[in-house]
């Protein structure tokens, strides 16, 4: 059987190189290649020949098949619909096994923005990804894979990844942590836990596991409506996950990690950029530590809901910074492209 070693940490290489007869060291030299991208065997020069020929007989580097790509020529955005698995039939329609990843490119450096799962379980009523259904969770090889091969097709390095694509993280928690931890190794892509950012639509949970797992690492938490009425009515995991105690735990996080966190507020016109939403906003996020990112709701057909407009954004931004609260307007990248989560896919299956 073939072995596919994309994924594996340095112990298990290791662990994998003494079962092949080798030495544990090779093990290591084999997760440097790995994460530099290269997946073919005989580019590993500073192995055996007698190894490598071993390698191409049991072992493969697995990696994320490019389905489809958009470029945005005004701003170096990119968007990849990515295939996974060798089977060669993941272009088949209704069964895709294809997530998304973009590619953006800001003055401190590439973000790569990562997905976690194919589709989503948490059903929120604007998000595409929710409108494709769930399939299954994307191993943390599978993600891996999405941050090599977008190096690899545009030729640059990634320095920060965000997991705001399509699936919630924390629904798949082991595997993205092993992850983050992969991307972290020193031996590997180096990256700061401090360039990973996590976005989730409050599982609470896993929002306690992850500062103390990670409290160098960025949270971001999708909030949009300030009332649970509200929030429920487009997000059903409200349900299980009150504000009241989500607001609470983000609290906890600011206090036990020291970092702000970034609270992403996606503006559908007439529902939730009203002054009395906007004054809710401000007074549930007094004081705490935080950021809010507004994101003018893109939109997706099926969800009959519409983007506020950018002055409306801009002018509540300012609102909430004289009320002391830190807020942006996101910054519109890909605007050529499908920007919002999930739409690709979609479109990918409707074709
Ligand atoms: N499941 C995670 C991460 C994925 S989505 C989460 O919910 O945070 C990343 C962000 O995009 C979330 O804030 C999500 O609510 C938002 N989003 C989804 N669909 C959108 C749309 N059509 N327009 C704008 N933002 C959207």
Redo the contacts with the bound molecule.
């Keep these: 059987m073939t072995q596919d070693l994309l994924g594996l940490t340095i112990e298990e290489l290791k662990q994998f190189a003494t079962e092949m007869g080798e030495k544990p060291f090779r093990g290591k030299q084999l997760f440097v290649w790995i994460n530099r991208g290269v997946s073919d065997f005989d580019e590993m020069t500073d192995l055996p020949a007698s190894f490598r020929q071993a390698l191409k007989e049991h072992a493969c580097i697995g990696h994320a098949t490019v389905l489809r790509m958009q470029s945005d020529h005004k701003d170096g955005t990119k968007k990849f619909l990515f295939g996974f698995g060798s089977s060669g039939d993941t272009e088949e329609k209704g069964s895709l096994d294809a997530a998304e990843a973009v590619f953006m490119k800001y003055k401190y450096g590439n973000t790569l923005c990562v997905s976690s799962q194919i589709g ?1 379980r ?1 059903g ?1 009523r ?3 990804s929710a409108l494709g259904g769930f399939k299954r969770n994307l191993t943390p090889a599978e993600m891996l894979s999405q941050v090599l091969t977008a190096e690899n097709v545009t030729g640059e390095p990634i320095n920060h990844i965000v ?3 399509m ?3 924390f629904d798949n928690y082991d595997s993205v942590s092993k992850f983050l931890k992969l991307l972290h190794d020193p031996a590997g892509k180096n990256m700061s836990y401090r360039n990973m950012t996590v ?3 409050g599982i609470i949970p896993g929002i306690r596991r992850f500062a103390e797992d990670f409290p160098q690492a960025g949270l ?1 938490i ?1 909030l ?1 409506r300030m009332t649970d009425e509200g929030r429920s009515a487009i997000m059903p995991i409200n349900r299980k996950y009150p504000l009241e105690d989500l607001l609470a735990a983000a609290r906890d996080y600011t206090q036990i990690t020291g970092r702000r966190i970034t609270f ?1 507020y ?1 503006l559908i016109r007439g529902e939730n950029d009203r002054e009395e939403d906007v004054a809710l906003l401000k007074k549930r996020l007094q004081g705490m530590l935080c950021h809010v990112n507004l ?1 003018p ?2 939109k ?1 057909e099926e969800s009959g809901m519409t983007g506020s407009s950018r002055k409306r954004a801009e002018a509540i931004a300012e609102e909430l910074g004289r009320g002391g609260i830190s807020a942006t307007v996101r910054r519109e990248l890909g605007s050529e492209i499908d920007g ?2 999930g739409q690709l896919r979609l479109r990918q299956i409707k074709d």
């Design positions: 989503c948490m929120c604007f998000c595409a997991i705001m694509g699936g919630e993280p976005s989730t639509s971001a999708s949009h992403e996606a994101i709701l893109n997706v919002a989560c």
